[in-house]
């Protein structure tokens, strides 16, 4: 076993619907009589929307609760075997909708999947739900409202997605307001397909606890000492970030400026399929790209404990299963 798969690990940020195992994604598709096209290579997207794209053909076989529940399982118990402590997952409840499912029945159906794997594997876990950016403000709500409905079953947080250019955070406000008033947790993600302003909008209109990225909050200087002295949690997602060009290369992602400027900064998988990574390769990229040394990684690892959406007696007990407290 190398020493990445063997650190005990944090993972906040992993889209369910960009997390299938390649072979199940085809034994879907199989089974359902489904012609899927052709999935990008890692190296084929050009931009964030293009690699968005990618998520048309997993939901595509993911609209029965069978389906759900069996993607949902197989990323926990993936997650578990690569030695990762806690997983966040999350998605848009209403992309797997389109064949008749209740949105209930989704989110259920995950729940169901997860909870499964969390049992066998001893693997801690919280479900995220997505509300889209480019979905009308009505819909945020809607997406909102279940969260708090399954506050109490799983669901941990809101989350705002899709193509960030264009589409304004603060139209989606009022969601994240009531999600808060619920005792929901945040996250926007920000600061990956657009800039700075971005990243203001999730922190102030929508009171984002976490930022999904937000690495472009390098561009102004001011943030960035904000987000440093907050401490507010960035989730970064290092392959994902070459991949969708909002960084040239990996070595000169970031993520080392962030860390050794104090930022707290998380590393995580965002969509183990379409990005072709894992927890352990995630930490091996940081290794070999930007010279984080083992104490360093497993201070990044720590920084996922402290931000994970769980209680304070949860995260204590987190902290004890990484062994980095
Ligand atoms: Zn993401």
């Known amino acids: ?14 889209h369910l619907d960009g997390s299938l195992r390649m072979e199940t994604l085809c ?18 997207y050009d931009s964030l929307e293009q690699y968005l794209q990618a998520f048309a053909i997993t939901c595509s076989v993911m609209q029965t609760a069978d389906a759900i529940a069996r993607v949902a399982f197989e990323l926990i118990e993936d997650a578990a075997l690569d030695n990762v402590k806690h997983i966040e997952v999350r998605f848009c409840p ?15 159906a995950a729940l169901h999947g997860m909870g499964s794997a969390s049992g066998k594997y001893g693997i801690s876990t919280g479900l995220i739900l997505c509300a889209m950016r480019n979905s009308p403000p009505t819909q945020s709500l809607a997406i909102a409202k279940l969260a708090i409905t399954y506050r109490r079953r799983g669901v941990v947080a809101l989350d705002l997605a899709g193509p960030e250019a264009g589409y304004p955070a603060k139209a989606h406000a009022e969601s994240f307001r009531e999600a808060l008033r619920h005792g929901l947790h945040t996250t926007v993600h920000a600061g990956e397909g657009d800039g700075a302003e971005s990243i203001r909008q999730a922190l102030v209109d929508c009171g984002a606890q976490r930022i999904g990225h937000g690495v472009r909050v390098v561009e102004s200087s001011e943030l960035l000492d904000e987000v440093i002295k907050r401490q507010i949690p960035l989730e970064v997602c290092l392959s994902s970030n070459v991949q969708t060009g909002v960084v040239a290369s990996m070595d000169n992602h970031p993520l080392r400026r962030l860390y050794d400027l104090g930022a707290k900064v998380t590393i995580n998988t965002d969509n183990r399929l379409i990005s072709h990574t894992t927890m352990s390769g995630e930490l091996l990229l940081a290794h070999e790209h930007l010279g984080f040394s083992q104490a360093e990684l497993t201070k990044l690892i720590s920084n996922g404990a402290d931000s994970a959406f769980l209680s304070a007696s949860e995260r204590l007990e987190l902290h004890g299963a990484l062994d980095v407290s």
């Open 1 to 14: 076993m190398s020493l990445f798969t063997s650190l005990p690990k944090t993972d906040l940020h992993c």
């Open 27 to 44: 034994e879907l598709a199989d089974m359902q009589g489904i012609r899927l096209p052709a999935l990008p290579g890692s190296a084929a």
């Open 94 to 108: 209403t992309f797997l909708t389109e064949q008749g499912l209740s949105h209930d029945e989704v989110i259920e």
